[in-house]
């Protein structure tokens, strides 16, 4: 489960920059592509972040990974959590640089310290499966609990598969239902195939309890487990 996650560095980014946007807002996503340009040239991080995403997409102008890093980077410099995260995904894949896992782990922890739960996920998946770091299981899975309590059901789709498995926490069917419950509802694909796998090994009465668990858990509320 945890090593199949890996494929979501290898795919567009533009999901994670919309999350990001949505968390972060921007009064460039709209913008027409000049407009973005000259804004950025002027130092404004939003539109560098911006436009280094246009650039990593081929969106609006031919795509090209080098002038996204560009961007990013100037941007990331001034603590811009999108390009930080974006610049960590391309050092990750080696789009517009050598790819290099120290590097992106650098930026993801920048990303994630300034809150952003895509980069949160990325620094856990790095640390449970030690790649630029020595494979760190509880600091993997501190990244996915912030991660989670933002609501990003790929953390708590990784959470669901830590505690079915018992690696690096205690078993725990229970706690395993509630995340992929959550990450069902939060629209994870898998999550509910996962969770329906899951209550096969559950009684009734921790069913019942995983329910009313994941029922109740709202966003900015301490997570259950």
Do not use: H
């Amino acid at each position: 489960m945890l090593g199949g996650w890996l494929q979501m560095f290898k795919q567009c980014a533009r999901f994670f920059v919309f999350c990001l946007l949505i968390m972060g807002g921007s009064a460039f996503a709209d913008d027409s592509f000049e407009k973005l340009k000259n804004s950025a040239a002027k130092g404004d991080a939003n539109a560098q972040a911006m436009l280094g995403d246009r650039y990593f997409n081929g969106d609006g102008v031919t795509k090209n990974y080098e002038e996204s890093v560009k961007w990013f980077r100037l941007a990331a410099e001034k603590e811009n959590r999108l390009a930080q995260t974006m610049l960590g995904i391309s050092y990750f894949n080696g789009n517009g640089v050598t790819k290099n896992y120290v590097e992106a782990m650098k930026w993801f922890r920048l990303a994630a310290e300034n809150g952003a739960a895509p980069a949160q996920l990325r620094l856990g998946v790095m640390y449970y499966n030690g790649m630029g770091t020595t494979k760190n299981s509880a600091e993997a899975l501190k990244w996915f609990r912030l991660a989670a309590e933002q609501s990003s059901a790929g953390a708590q789709t990784q959470l669901g598969a830590v505690y079915f498995s018992g690696d690096g926490v205690p078993k725990n069917y229970v706690a395993s239902y509630v995340y992929f419950n959550l990450a069902s509802a939060n629209g994870e694909e898998d999550a509910s195939n996962l969770r329906d796998m899951v209550e096969q090994s559950m009684t009734p009465e921790q069913i019942a309890k995983a329910q009313d668990l994941s029922a109740n858990w709202k966003i900015g509320n301490k997570l259950p487990f």
